[in-house]
């Protein structure tokens, strides 16, 4: 009786699990919906009143404006100011943004102490004119290292 090597035994099943992988690719994973934030946050902007700009992709079809605020995460968690910007509506991309500077509302750039690292968070709310709760939230959440 001949003996099957522990490799071609495990083969047929690695060449299974392996054809059934083929369907399954980044591409096919669903789109996400929703508005999302990102922002450039540059060492221009540490310890500044200059805000960096803030791009929002698929906000809602209602919005008149947005609120945006920064905090500081964590155990000294902070309010660093924020302020509002009038939607104009969206660029050919499907995308707006508020431009750099364009924060107000006593506003002051992420600013951790020498050596230090903080986490810090946008969030921007997409608001209907009269119309009290937002009609979409969105964060966006980052790090600053200052040597």
């Known amino acids: 009786m001949s003996q099957i090597s522990p490799c071609r035994r495990a083969l047929p099943a690695f060449l299974a699990v392996f054809a059934l992988a083929g369907g399954c690719s980044w591409q096919d994973a669903p789109e996400e919906s929703g508005m999302h934030v990102t922002a450039e946050v540059h060492e221009v902007h540490y310890c500044s009143k200059f805000s960096p700009e803030i791009t929002i992709a698929n906000p809602p079809h209602d919005t008149d404006y947005y609120e945006v605020r920064l905090d500081r995460l ?74």
């Open 74 to 147: 964590g155990e000294s968690g902070l309010f660093m100011g924020g302020g509002t910007w009038r939607f104009n509506g969206l660029a050919d991309d499907g995308m707006d943004s508020i431009p750099e500077g364009a924060l107000t509302n006593s506003y002051r750039g992420p600013c951790p102490k020498k050596g230090e690292t903080a986490q810090y968070m946008f969030t921007v709310a997409a608001r209907k004119s009269g119309v009290a709760a937002p009609l979409e939230t969105a964060t966006y959440v980052f790090t600053v290292e200052k040597p």
